[in-house]
Each structure stands twice: as structure tokens, then as C-alpha cells.
């Protein structure tokens, strides 16, 4: 061999190997660089007391490990076994027990849900009649959120769910997408009207027990009973504040389980291996590629790392810098999570946090991402920070700003605030209390106590830090009584109505002393009781009920601005007086 060709081959052989060593994929464990020092950094960054985080590939757990504190008083550190709210991560586990029913034949997804619950009532007839599963699974019932019908009530599932039929939608049946989360709610219910088993114990023997999600539960009073759970915190002025636990079990299905990073991973590897777990299935492949098939716009447009947004059963779907990407994100009091897979790339990411509505889960998400999936460096703690400290910055009110121009100065009220003082009740939202105290309404709505101060004429404004600005108002009768209660509980509907419920409600034992008869310039009036309701009879008119108001007075049912009121005598009924809009009219008891 010659010289050139010598130098030839040398230059060949030296190109190629310099090709092979520069082409080798890194492994797992350089991709994963220093990033123990990057979570603590974000932790900090976003003052965050602490998050346990999973990273799943081909099966295989790398990391389920515990960064920063559990309880950030006793300094007791997060650990793989530490149990977090999921939030609503928990809505992918509701739209696999509705699969897994599928699976046994006793569930269609497309058949509406009333064949199965005969109870189950919308506020349109058209969408009781047609409402699907599938519908339930993707936010496409028509209905807002609607969440504070339920946020902090004592009401049961099925008081709920027997209120559905009055909340009013803002859209068009399978029009568009709406996150709902009583929909998930009623899926969950409906898997216990066909299962004949609660949904947690569907759910617990159908999905937790063969991944072995042991630590598992569906409330924080469970959790609190364990050794190793995470406390729930908010951000106030700068500093981590202790939040109290919320229990949501009413809509349970929605959002109410709790785990930790090791339990989730088992959950992540099932979904990622096509319904398997250990050599084992747990769930038909076909059922998990329904639940992972994507059926609902997502409306909103596209950026440059993450385009065609859809909701599938449980999961969000999009295309995340080319690569398919499942997700969910959670969040309830004290808590904020991120579930995630790539099926395509068979990899998943878990991310739990005890800190309230933080956005860290997908900042620590898409960085693992980026990382495991060999993707050009973007700083996403950077950029995500500066969205937080952007809307920190205009939520702070600016001098120029503390004046509203909507505000009638020098507008007092029309009534002493006394007068506003009672219980208001709305037939979907249950009862609102409004007190008096130091001088100002507070309004007593299920856990929620909100101090108001007068606005203008009957509106007044809260003055709470824990929730956005809002207004109520009060309605007159005809009376000038304070009846009625307004207030903006869903922004996407007309303001939620409630009608004050009467301070003095007479029994139906103490109706006996009004009943008789009394005459009134030769025509005798009757008074008696029938079914437990006080009745008035005046010949030639239809016989009317009696709704007591106050101590002895009953307005007259469907007969507005007429009411009477029963004069006594040494504790005997003497007269009834008729109060009408031309005066009022009186007739002695025989």
C-alpha cells in the first residue's frame, strides 16, 4: 500500500470513528446531569416547600425520589413514599373505570347516560335524553364550571348530582370545551349505578390493587393518617403560609385521590405498556387506546413547542416539540400536580407539589422532557417565571388604579345593613348566610366566610385577599322587604339568584289556631289546614296556600303583594287582616 493510500485509509478510519463517537446517544444517567441541583434551585425559585418526582422509561422507574420538605415547620424531608393531593390528575383513574365497565360489557360510551341512571336530569331535555359517557369524559356537556356550587359544601354526591338539572350551560351541546368537573363527578357516579360498588372501591380493586398502589387513597383524611404526607401550603406576600386540607369527596371522581411518586410510576408504566403491569394485564390495550384517543378541541392557538391541544378521556393531547404528549395537570388546596406520558417514546414524568396553583409541575415536566428526549435547551424556568412575576405585577393594584370609575360616590343604601342580615337559598347552590359584623355584611357560604363593605345603593364589594374582587346585590319586594340575593358565583352565567328564606317559618302543629271561619261585610272567609299547609278559602276565588313570613303572617302563594296577618288576642286568634296593594281588610274570627 502506498504512502497516499496509507493516509487515505488513516483519514477514513479516523473520520468514521470520530462520526461513531460523536453519534452515540447519552445515556439516562448524563441526561440527567446535575438535575438534583436544578430542582432545589426551581424549589426555591418558585417558593415551593417541596415535590416528589418520577421519571419512567421502557418500563423501568429512574427516579421516584423526594426533594425539599413535607412539612416545612418540622423540617421533615419529601420522600418517595410521600402522599400528595393529584387533583384532578385523578380524572384519567374515572375515565379508566368507565373503559374497564366497557371492557365487561356493561357500559357503551356512546349510549346516553340516562338509560343507565334513569335519575339523571340536565338543564335542557335534549341533553338529558343524549348525554354519553364519552360526553361526561370531555367536557362538552354545554356547562361552565360552575365550581362554586360545590367548592366547600357539606352536600352529599347525590345532592349534587340531583342538582344538575339546574345549572344553566353558557354553550351549545358538543359545541365546544368546557372543563367541567361535575360531568367527572356523574361518571363516577354512573360507575357506581352500574357497578353496584362505590367509585372509590371500583377504582381501589380494579386499578390500585393489581398495580399495587398501595399508599394510594381518595381523601385527606385518610392521608393525614399516614407517617409520610405532605402538608398543603400558599404563597402570601412572598412567604410560604400553612393552608388547611380540603376534602372533596363529594366529587370525588373529579379530583379527590392522593399518592405519591412511587405509587404513580406503576400507574404511568400501565398506561405506557399498553394496560399491562408486570407481565400482567390490568386493562384491554384497545380500552387504553380509547382512553388515550383524542375526541375534543381544545379552543386556543398553538405555540412553537406545543400545537393541535385536544382532550381525550382524561388526558390532555398534544404535539410537544414533535413528540406526542398525554398530560393532566392538578391542583386543590395546597397542592399542585402534573401527570405525563410520551407513548410514543415510552417515557412519563410524575410531578407532585405541596404548594397551592403553582405552575412548577410543568416547569420541572417540560425540562425532564427536553432532557430525556435529547431536545435543543430551552429555559423554561426563566421564561414560566417571568409569565408568574407578570401576573403578580399587574395583580397589584397601582395607586392611579385603587379609584373606580364604576362607583357611585355618596350612594347610600336603602335599607339599615341590618335589614340585609338572613339566609338566602338558590335551589343549585345552596344557602348563603349574610351576618353583620363591625359594621360590615359578612357572607357565610358553605366553608367560606367573606367580609363585604358597601359599594354603592344595595351592592357591596368584598374585601377578602383570599378571592378576586366581588360584588353582591340585594332585591326589593314589593314590600320594600329585602328578598333577594345576587351574586356572580359563575362568571360565564347570569348572576345566581337567591331568594331569602323567611326568619320566622310557623310549623304546621302551631297552624291550628288560625283555622276557622271569619266574616268580612257578610262573606265568610275559611281557614284550614290540609296536607300540612294552611289553606284560605274566599267564595268565588280558588283556594290559596298561606306561606308564613313572619310571627303570624303568611304572604298568599302565587298572589303577589297580597298577604295577611292573624291579630291576637290573650293568645287567641281575635281577627285576620288582609294586606293588598289598595289597602287593607279586616274579618272577625266567628
Not at 420522600?79 to 371492557?103: H, P, Q, R, Y
Not at 407517617?227 to 398543603?232: E, F, R, V
Not at 405525563?340 to 425540562?367: K, Q
Request: hydrophobic share 35%; net charge neutral.
Amino acid at each position: 500500500m502506498n504512502i497516499f493510500k496509507k493516509f487515505l485509509a488513516f483519514v477514513l478510519f479516523f473520520t468514521l470513528s470520530a462520526s461513531f463517537v460523536l453519534s452515540q446517544p447519552k445515556t439516562d444517567e448524563e441526561r440527567l446531569k446535575d438535575f438534583d441541583e436544578f430542582v432545589n434551585k426551581v424549589l426555591k425559585d418558585w417558593n415551593v416547600p417541596g415535590a416528589g418526582i418520577a421519571i419512567v422509561k421502557n418500563g423501568k422507574i429512574i427516579i421516584a425520589k423526594g426533594y425539599g420538605y413535607r412539612d416545612v415547620e418540622a423540617k421533615l424531608p419529601v420522600t418517595e413514599n410521600t402522599l400528595f393531593s393529584i387533583g384532578s390528575c385523578t380524572k384519567a383513574f374515572t375515565a379508566m373505570d368507565n373503559c374497564i365497565l366497557v371492557s365487561q360489557g356493561k357500559l357503551n360510551l356512546d349510549k346516553p347516560v340516562i338509560t343507565y341512571m334513569p335519575a339523571f336530569r340536565m338543564y335542557n331535555d335534549y341533553v338529558t335524553m343524549n348525554m354519553t359517557a364519552r360526553d361526561l369524559l370531555t367536557h362538552r356537556s354545554g356547562l361552565p364550571r360552575h365550581d362554586l356550587m360545590w367548592y366547600g359544601s357539606d352536600l352529599s354526591r347525590k345532592e349534587l348530582f340531583e342538582r344538575l338539572k339546574f345549572l344553566e350551560p353558557t354553550a351549545g351541546f358538543r359545541e365546544i370545551f368546557q372543563y367541567q368537573n361535575l360531568m367527572y363527578m356523574t361518571a363516577g357516579i354512573l360507575v357506581e349505578a352500574i357497578s353496584g360498588d362505590s367509585w372509590e372501591n371500583f377504582t381501589r380493586q380494579n386499578i390500585l390493587v393489581p398495580l399495587e398502589m398501595n399508599s394510594t387513597n381518595f381523601s385527606t383524611l385518610e392521608s393525614q393518617k399516614s407517617s409520610d404526607y405532605a402538608k398543603p401550603y400558599k404563597e402570601e406576600k412572598k412567604k410560604i403560609t400553612l393552608t388547611d386540607f380540603r376534602d372533596i369527596q363529594s366529587v370525588g371522581p373529579a379530583g379527590s385521590i392522593n399518592s405519591n411518586v412511587k405509587d404513580m410510576s406503576n400507574w404511568v408504566i400501565m398506561n405506557l405498556n399498553h394496560g399491562k403491569f408486570n407481565g400482567k394485564k390490568v386493562v384491554d390495550e384497545e380500552m387504553v387506546f380509547e382512553a388515550h384517543t383524542p375526541y375534543m378541541v381544545i379552543q386556543g392557538p398553538p405555540n412553537k413547542e406545543v400545537s393541535y391541544r385536544s382532550y381525550a378521556l382524561g388526558w390532555m393531547v398534544a404535539q410537544y416539540r414533535d413528540h406526542l404528549r398525554l398530560e393532566h395537570g392538578g391542583n386543590i388546596d395546597g397542592f399542585s400536580a402534573n401527570v405525563c406520558l410520551f407513548p410514543s417514546d415510552s417515557i412519563g414524568i410524575v410531578v407532585l407539589t405541596n404548594m397551592d396553583g403553582t405552575n412548577l409541575p410543568n416547569v420541572i415536566r417540560n425540562v425532564i422532557a427536553d432532557r430525556m428526549l435529547d431536545l435543543n435547551y430551552i429555559d423554561w424556568n426563566a421564561r414560566l417565571l417571568e409569565g408568574k412575576n407578570k401576573v403578580d405585577e399587574s395583580a397589584a393594584p397601582k395607586k392611579e388604579d385603587l379609584k373606580d370609575p364604576n362607583q357611585k360616590e355618596d350612594a347610600p343604601p336603602t335599607h339599615n345593613l341590618i335589614d340585609y342580615v338572613g339566609k338566602y337559598q338558590n335551589e343549585a347552590y345552596g344557602t348563603m348566610k349574610v351576618e353583620l359584623k363591625d359594621d360590615k355584611l359578612m357572607v357565610d357560604y358553605h366553608t367560606l366566610k367573606i367580609p363585604f363593605a358597601h359599594y354603592h345603593y344595595d351592592y357591596f364589594k368584598s374585601t377578602s385577599e383570599d378571592i378576586p374582587p366581588m360584588l353582591i346585590n340585594f332585591g326589593i319586594n314589593e314590600k320594600g322587604e329585602i328578598n333577594k340575593l345576587y351574586a356572580q358565583l359563575e362568571q360565564k352565567v347570569k348572576e345566581i339568584e337567591f331568594t331569602r328564606i323567611p326568619d320566622y317559618i310557623a310549623g304546621s302543629s302551631s297552624y291550628e289556631k288560625f283555622t276557622g271561619e271569619y266574616e268580612m261585610q257578610g262573606v265568610t272567609v275559611t281557614v284550614s289546614v290540609k296536607n300540612k299547609a294552611l289553606k284560605l278559602f274566599v267564595p268565588g276565588q280558588p283556594e290559596y296556600e298561606l306561606i308564613s313570613t313572619k310571627e303570624n303572617n303568611f304572604d298568599i302563594k302565587d298572589l303577589k303583594g297580597y298577604s295577611v296577618t292573624f291579630i291576637l288576642e290573650d293568645g287567641k286568634v281575635k281577627e285576620i287582616q288582609f294586606n293588598q296593594p289598595n289597602g287593607t281588610f279586616k274579618a272577625k274570627k266567628k
